[in-house]
Structures are given as C-alpha cells and as structure tokens.
C-alpha cells in the first residue's frame, strides 16, 4: 500500500478524532488572547482575589487560609487548586488563567472521550456545540467556579455510569468542595439511581443510594472544621438567601429558561431539538424504538439539569450559575443531532451533522460579543476590562491618590493589588474610602451605579468618556 492510501485509509480510519482534534486545536488558539486579560468583576472582588491572597498566606483547604470576608464560608477546593498552580507557575493573572483554560480543555476532552455512543463511537459533534456557545466561550478562562464544577460534573457522570465508585467519589466530592450548591446534584444522582432501579427493577426498598451521599462526608469534615475555627458553620452573609415565594421562583425559572434556551441564539436549541424528535417519531416504527435516542448519559444529563434548575429558582439569580445546565444540555443535543443524522445518512453522517452545527455556531457567533454589559456571559466583558484600564490610567495621570479620594466598584478593587493587571508594579495598595467633606476627587464607572456617599455630598461633574457600553466620570464635591 503506497503512503497515499495509508493517509487516506488514516483519514477514514480516524476522521471523527481529526475533526475533533481541529475543533479543540482552534479553542486552544482562540482562548490564547483571553490570557492578558485583567480580573474582571467577581474575578477581582471574590475568586481572583481570593486566590493570591491564599498564595500570599498559605496555600490550604483548611477554612483558616483566607479570612471570612474573602472566603465567606465557601469550601476553598477552587481557590485551592488555582493556587497552587500559580505557586508553580507564577502569581501573575496570566499563568492563572492558563490553568482556568487547561480546566476548560479537560472539560472538552473528557465530554469527547468519555462518553460513546452504544457502539462504543466516539463523536466530536457534542463538543462542537459546546464550544460555539458563548457563554462557554466567556467563562473558558475566567477564575470563576462555574467551569470546575462542569469538569468533575462531568466526571461524576461518568463514575456513575461505568459504576466506578472511586471516580464517583472523588469527582462528586470535589464538586461540592469547589461549589456546595453541588449539594443538590449529588442529591440529584441519589434520586436519579432509585427511580432508575424502582423502574428497571421494580424495588421499592433500596439501600445502595447511600453509596451516593458518601461524597457529602468530606464537605460536613469542612463545615465541622469551619465551626471549629470561625464559630459558624456558614457565612452569616448568606444566611437567609433563599425565596420559596411563588413570584419569585416563577421570575427565576423564568430568567434561568428563557437564558438557556432563548438567549445567545439559543433558540435553535428549539428548532434542532424538534427536528431531531421529528426524525425519529416519523422514523421509528414502535415508540420503543424511541428508546435509542435517550441513552444513559443523555437520561442522567437531563435529570441533573431539571434538578439544579428548580433548585437555583429558590436562591439568588445570575445566569452564570446554571453554565453546568447549559454545557449539559448542549452535549444532549449534540447527540441527538449525531444520532439523527447517522441515521439519516449513513455513510457520510459527519457531514451532516457538520452542517447543522456550522448553521448553529454563525447563528450565535454575533452573540459572542452582545455590545452590552452581560456580566460574564459573553465576551462584552472585554470592553469592561478596556474600560476600567482607562479609568485607572486616568486616576493615576490625575494623581488622584494624592488626595482623599474615592471609587466606586471594581476601581476600589482594581487598586489593591498591582498582579489583578491594572496598576503598575511599583505602585502600593491604595485603599479606597466612602465620600466625606475631606474628599477631593471621585471616579465612577457606570455600570455599576451609584457611589458609597453616605452624607449626600452634593458632586459636580468635571469630566467623562465612554468606552463602549461603559461610561466613565470624574467628579469633584460641590454645586
């Protein structure tokens, strides 16, 4: 055989691994120009902040390696984690976000390998997905939890269908550690374990669910521990933050639904969901034969998602929360796409699918970046970042730092610290005040609104520029 079959027979051989391989190949190179970015928002008041605080102190789970106020109570496996890859790598806000966007590569390899079809096929098609979603897209290489929590999500899910125990302990163990609101998805496998066994097996009386909770034991070590060293088992702050009042719940589930299948171009979501479904009903010739397309993965995937759903419809709402839901229902739908168009056709079934999943990444590619201010839900955070530099340029130009001053967020955090990427080196920590009578100069940047001016000072605008979405201002006490 001549060395041109070979690569063609390679090819065939192993096309679905090639096509993946280019996919993870061009997230790679995308995700390298987010590395330089500053912390932006939660990033710099919580998480980043968090995490070199932990590497100025001591690089530790133990609830003692941050104080209450940065920590707030939250199991610290994240901040842990990160840590101590910047203790190895550097403390600099760029080799962090290497290690937020190796956490996101694992995800999409894992998504790939770990979870074939019935025929044992690997299919790159579910990872597509994944990676035209911008919300995936904005959270790759940010210090935010939401990313590892889909990981070992991800891995939990696959314990416990291989009924590797180990792999589910660990990895359901590490989600609560990273984010305990993970809490409900470990409820979520217990209740998902006993309807699949009172339905497949007809037993009431169960017991190996408590095999399930085992990893709730490392996280009531830590809430033991916590109460041991601060004399509460969680963060005062947060007592109190759930609403079960209708309205409310019905605004969440409302906000979390029409961001997860609506917004970002999501609504093709719908379209491609229906077409799939409409594939097979007109296909399949019993609805047993519907069966298929709900394979194991996709059935627990599903049941996860409804479970943490409903359960952050009670509690505070922001949409990067549901990013596991998100990652998960696109990884189901991705298969059914995958499923639908094998069927379909057979002998060139990549094709296909390609397409389909082309149309869906230059639906949502003007989502990418919304113009707006979205959080962290796409990558608009940018111009924020671009912004709250200029401001800061301005601040120190101005030598506004010579005078009392005051900031409103995250300027007042921007100014901790040199290595959260906004102030030079050689620049000490300035603190930030609320506005008195002694206050000389006071930048905002809106969003947010509003400035820490208890006594109503009246402020006279001297100057303000935009960038972008954001709005810059220097103002000055007086009329």
Known sequence: MNSGKRILLFIKTYQYELIFAVALIWFYIWALNLLKLPLFWDEIGVYGRGIFSMMDSKISLHPDALPPEISRGHPLLFTYLIAGWGYLFGD??????????????????????????????????????????????????????????????????????????????????????????????????????????LIKEKKLMQFRFLLYLLPLLPYLLFLWIQKQTHGWYFFPYHMGG???????????????????????????????????????????????????????????????????????????????????????????????????????????????????????????????????????????????????????????EQKMYEQPFHVNFPLDFALLDHRYGYLPDSMETMLNYPITEETQNVLLMVPPQGANNPKKQPLTQVHNWWCGYVEIRHLKPGE
């Open 242 to 396: 759930f609403n079960l009042e209708w309205k409310a719940i019905k605004g969440n589930l409302d906000g979390f639904l029409t961001f997860l299948f609506v917004s970002q171009g999501r609504y093709l979501w719908l379209i491609l969901g229906g077409l799939v479904a409409g594939v097979w009903l007109t296909t399949q010739k019993s609805w047993k034969k519907l069966l298929p397309i709900f394979q194991p993965f996709d059935a627990i995937a599903l049941f996860l998602s409804l479970v943490y759903l409903l359960f952050y419809c009670t509690t505070y709402y922001m949409n990067r929360y549901i990013l596991v839901i998100v990652l998960l229902v696109a990884l189901v739908l991705g298969r059914g796409i995958w499923q639908m168009v094998r069927q379909l056709s057979p002998s060139l079934s990549w094709l296909p699918a390609l397409v389909l999943i082309g149309l869906m990444g230059l639906i949502q590619a003007p989502y990418q970046n919304s113009g707006k201010f979205t959080y962290d839900e796409d990558m608009s955070y940018r111009t924020y970042t671009k912004a709250t530099r200029q401001a800061i340029h301005y601040f120190l």
């Open 92 to 197: 600099t806000v760029m080799a962090l976000r290497a290690a937020a966007l190796l956490v996101s590569l694992l995800f999409i390899v894992s998504a790939f390998w770990l979870f074939p079809d019935r025929e044992g096929r690997r299919s790159p098609f579910p990872v597509i997905v994944v990676l035209v979603q911008p919300v995936f897209l904005a959270q790759s290489t940010l210090l935010l939890p939401e990313m590892m929590l889909s990981l070992f999500t991800l891995l939990a899910i696959a314990g416990y269908l291989r009924r590797q125990y180990w792999l589910y302990f660990l990895a359901a163990s590490a989600m609560i550690l990273v984010k305990e609101t993970a809490l409900i998805l470990v409820c979520g496998f217990v209740a998902f374990d006993f309807l699949n066994t």
